[in-house]
Every structure is written in structure tokens, then in C-alpha cells.
């Protein structure tokens, strides 16, 4: 392969052009330099390495963010909307790279910006959750490897990069029966939803989207084929669920048949099951104000105010506001704790996997094995105890 002439530019740098073929019947080169002839030759003998692997050398200058795009306007075509927000939002992390050369790009580039974000996301000024460092490190991961697909490089700089540890903060959780407790004996407007939740694991654009003609009274099911999405706040009724697995018919028990036999004797001016306070589909923002009302009702109701200097509060309407001393749970916790409830039923993991519309069983199992190692914890706990009292004459073991 034929190069030209050797230069030296006026700052002292040597040029070598490598021959690259034949484009629309033109002879084209490209110009590699280096501080001395040995590190110049050095760079051409990579440049021609590069293209006996087949890379394409002419894209060498595309930046991060124009894969990024070119990625999303891939990925938007496959999840909803509102997880194509979530990953843009993860994909700004890596703004300080956007205007880089994604072939220039190394390992500890991207693993910068994954430990100074497990240090202090800068949109809260708290450590950045686990899940959500994954979550960055996978969007990074996937636009390298469109790159890597078109030929443009051939090593994933994202692949060695590791998740540090990070502080547990408000780690999602299932309720407990006293928690639990507290939704089945609290009317509200939200109770609805959340008995659905709790007894039937629905996600909250699936609890949106739920019509009565989906329930069958007779047969104790509910048949999830939609799903509510918000878009700019505002609702938009998709006819599918969030995925192929997510359409699906799921078993219902007798507490949330019966609550809902009753409630739908009185709920007759709306054909949705969780309506806004006109009967339509709620928007973002009239879900948020509805769950902190319930919120707020189950504090007042149920909340330990002994440790607060202003004691218990007469009402939740008081000037100098309410201190929430309950867990400010979600509806993906109590997702969690129906998913908690299969497991303690002893129902089978495939099984789960369908009640729950997880995509894959390995997302239920991961759940299944979280509680198995929790469940032996607490296990072993109760026999440190039993154990613990063979001093005790009247213990069984001391009888040993």
C-alpha cells in the first residue's frame, strides 16, 4: 500500500498520509501525524491495522453524541415512550463526552463519570442508586456497540467498567402486614388502586388503563391488555401492554374480588376502574396529588408522633404542614409486596412470572432468590435465639 511523501509542518510535526483506495474514481489518503518519524509511522501502521480489520477509518471523527442519537432513534422504535425518557435522562450523564470522538473514548472515560455519580447525583446531593448507575452504564454500553456494529471501532470501552458500591438509601421493600393493614381498613380515593397493587402486582400504567370490563367477577380474574402512558404529563391510552409478557389474564384472591364487587356497586359514572376526580383517564400530575392525599391520610392516621415536638396533628390541613413519619411508599413497592405474597404462598416461579408480566423468568427468579436469602437470614436469627437460651435450666437444650 502506497503512501505519500513524508511532511514536516511548520510546528514541527511529521505528516504521513496513508493511502486509503479508491473513492468515485479518486485516489484518497488520510493524514496521521506524530512528534517524530518513529510515532508518525507508528500511528499509520495502526491506521492500516484498523482497516485489514475491516474498521471503517473515514467515521473516525464521529462524536459520542452522534451514535448516542443514532442509537436512540433506534431504541425509541422498541420500548415506550416513557422508558426512552429514562434512558435519555441517563444517556445526559455522559454530556462531558458528547463533542469526543467515540473512537477516542477509553475505559476510564466512562468509569469517571459512573464513580463520580455513585458519589453525588448533582440533581439530589445524595449517592446515586445502584439500579440507576446500571442503568447509565447499560445506555453507554449499547451505543458503543452500535458503533461497534457499523464497523466504526472494535472494542467496547464501556464493557470493563464497574459498578461501584453505593449507600443503601430508600431501598424498595414489601409492606408489612401492619402496612398492609393500614390500605385494607383506609377509604380513600386511592384505595382502589392500591388494593389492586397490593393484591394483584399491576404496574400503575396497567391500574390506569383497568376498565371493569376487564374484571370477571364470576371467574376471579382481571385481563391486562392496555396500559397508560404519560406523555408531557398528560395520559395516552396504549392498546398493549408494556411488552408481550405484560398482556396477560391474572388471578385475583377473594379480598380484592369482594373489595371490588362492593366498589363497583357505587363507582357507576366512569367505565375506569381508577378514574380522576371527572371520571377520566388521570394525568402525571393528578395521580401525584391523589397518592399524597392517601399518603397524608394514612400519617395522620396511622403515623407515631411521639418524637415530634409538635405531637399529633388535628388535622392534615395545619399551618405549619404534617412531618411524614410513615414509609412514603410507591406503587412499585407494592408491586413488590404481591410478588413478596407469591412467594410466601409457595407459588412456583413460572407461575409468578406470569401473574407478574415479567418479561423474562430470570426477573422473577432474581426476586424469588432476593426473598430466599432474606427469608434463611430470619431463619438462622430465630435458632441464634433458641440456641442463645441453652443457658436457661428450662431451656430444651440445656437438658442435652
Same mark, same amino acid.
Given at each position: ?17 496513508? !493511502? ?10 488520510? @493524514?496521521? !501525524? ?24 473515514? #467515521?473516525?471523527?464521529? @462524536? ?22 429514562? !434512558?435519555? /435522562? ?7 463526552? !458528547? ?50 456494529? *457499523? ?38 380515593? #386511592?384505595?382502589?388502586? #392500591? ?30 391488555? $392496555?396500559?397508560?402512558?404519560?406523555? *408531557? ?15 396477560? @389474564? ?13 366498589? $363497583? $356497586? ?32 394514612? *400519617?395522620?392516621?396511622?403515623? *407515631? ?22 414509609? /412514603? ?61 441453652? @443457658? ?9
Amino acid at each position: 500500500m502506497a503512501k505519500k511523501k513524508n511532511t514536516v509542518r511548520a510546528d514541527g510535526r511529521i505528516a504521513v498520509q496513508v !493511502y486509503l483506495g479508491e473513492f468515485d474514481g479518486k485516489r484518497k489518503y488520510k @493524514t496521521v !501525524y506524530g512528534k517524530n518519524q518513529k510515532e508518525a509511522e507508528a500511528k499509520a501502521q495502526e491506521l492500516k491495522s484498523s482497516m485489514y480489520r475491516g474498521i471503517d477509518i473515514t #467515521a473516525d471523527r464521529d @462524536t459520542f453524541e452522534f451514535w448516542m442519537e443514532a442509537w436512540c432513534a433506534l431504541k425509541s422504535t422498541e420500548v415506550t415512550h416513557g422508558r426512552m425518557e429514562s !434512558y435519555k /435522562r441517563s444517556l445526559k450523564k455522559y454530556e462531558p463526552l !458528547y463533542s469526543l470522538p467515540i473512537t477516542r473514548l477509553k475505559t476510564a472515560d466512562f468509569q469517571q463519570i459512573i464513580l463520580t455519580l455513585a458519589k453525588e447525583n448533582p440533581n439530589t446531593g445524595e449517592p446515586s442508586a445502584k439500579s440507576s448507575l446500571k442503568q447509565i452504564r447499560s445506555v453507554g454500553l449499547q451505543v458503543c456497540q452500535l458503533a461497534i456494529d *457499523n464497523r466504526v471501532m472494535d472494542y467496547n470501552p464501556v464493557g470493563p467498567v464497574k459498578i461501584p458500591r453505593v449507600p443503601q438509601g430508600n431501598i424498595r421493600r414489601a409492606l408489612t402486614q401492619e402496612e398492609q393493614q393500614w390500605i385494607i381498613d383506609t377509604p380513600h380515593r #386511592a384505595q382502589t388502586a #392500591a388494593m389492586i397493587m397490593m393484591f394483584a402486582g399491576l404496574r400503575r400504567g396497567e391500574l390506569l388503563a383497568l376498565t371493569w370490563s376487564d374484571i370477571s367477577f364470576k371467574d376471579a380474574t382481571i385481563d391486562i391488555n $392496555k396500559t397508560v402512558e404519560f406523555i *408531557n404529563g398528560q395520559p395516552v391510552l396504549k392498546n398493549t401492554a408494556k411488552s408481550k409478557n405484560s398482556i396477560r @389474564t391474572i388471578n385475583i384472591p377473594d379480598i380484592l374480588v369482594d373489595f371490588l364487587h362492593e366498589k $363497583k $356497586k357505587i363507582c357507576t359514572d366512569s367505565v375506569i376502574v381508577c378514574p380522576s376526580a371527572k371520571g377520566q383517564l388521570m394525568s402525571e400530575i393528578s395521580w401525584r396529588r391523589l397518592w399524597d392525599s392517601y399518603l397524608t391520610d394514612l *400519617n395522620i392516621k396511622y403515623g *407515631n408522633f411521639r418524637n415530634q415536638i409538635s405531637g399529633q396533628p388535628k388535622s392534615k390541613f395545619q399551618p405549619q404542614g404534617v412531618p411524614c413519619v410513615i414509609p /412514603r411508599f410507591t406503587a412499585h413497592w407494592l408491586r413488590h409486596t404481591y410478588a413478596t405474597m407469591l412467594y410466601f404462598a409457595e407459588v412456583d416461579v413460572l407461575t409468578a412470572k406470569e401473574q407478574l408480566g415479567h418479561s423474562d423468568v430470570q426477573t422473577t427468579l432474581n426476586i424469588y432468590t432476593h426473598l430466599d436469602g432474606k427469608h434463611k437470614r430470619k431463619s438462622m436469627d430465630k435458632l441464634n435465639s433458641y440456641l442463645a437460651g441453652g @443457658t436457661n435450666n428450662n431451656s430444651p437444650i440445656a437438658k442435652i
